[in-house]
């Protein structure tokens, strides 16, 4: 599956932002759909991921409460939903197939997309 994710920008803290991470293919639902996240020279971080079916999600405690992970497998997209953003949150923000929601052994990644939350 080939991934696209979209909706970065630049918000204030205390702002949202929903990104998109579309995929190709016939099988977007066999997939468990991951979010990252790499703020300049950090580590590449979980931020949560949602089972195929979608009723399933995990989050990091870092983001808990604060973003909501959707998926609408009729338009084999996954939603990252970002409310009360905080500086912390910038970073550049990736998309991610895997075949469980546990965050090893992805199949593909989607390219990127620029979170820039200012004070």
């Known amino acids: 599956v080939q991934l696209q994710a979209s909706g970065g920008g630049l918000v204030q803290a205390g702002g949202s932002l929903r990104l998109s991470c579309a995929a190709s293919?016939?099988?977007?639902?066999?997939?468990?759909m991951h979010w990252f996240r790499q703020a300049p020279g950090k580590e590449r971080e979980f931020v949560g991921c949602?089972?195929?079916?979608?009723?399933?999600?995990y989050y990091a405690d870092s983001v808990k409460g604060r973003f909501t992970i959707s998926r609408d497998n009729a338009k084999n997209t996954v939603y990252l939903q970002m409310n009360s953003l905080e500086p912390e949150d910038t970073a550049v923000y990736y998309c991610?197939?895997?075949?469980?929601?546990?965050?090893?052994?992805?199949?593909?990644w989607g390219q990127g997309t620029q979170v820039t939350v200012s004070s």
């Open positions: 293919g016939r099988t977007f639902s066999m997939y468990a």
């Open positions: 949602i089972s195929g079916s979608g009723r399933n999600t």
């Open positions: 991610a197939a895997g075949l469980t929601t546990i965050p090893k052994d992805f199949t593909s």
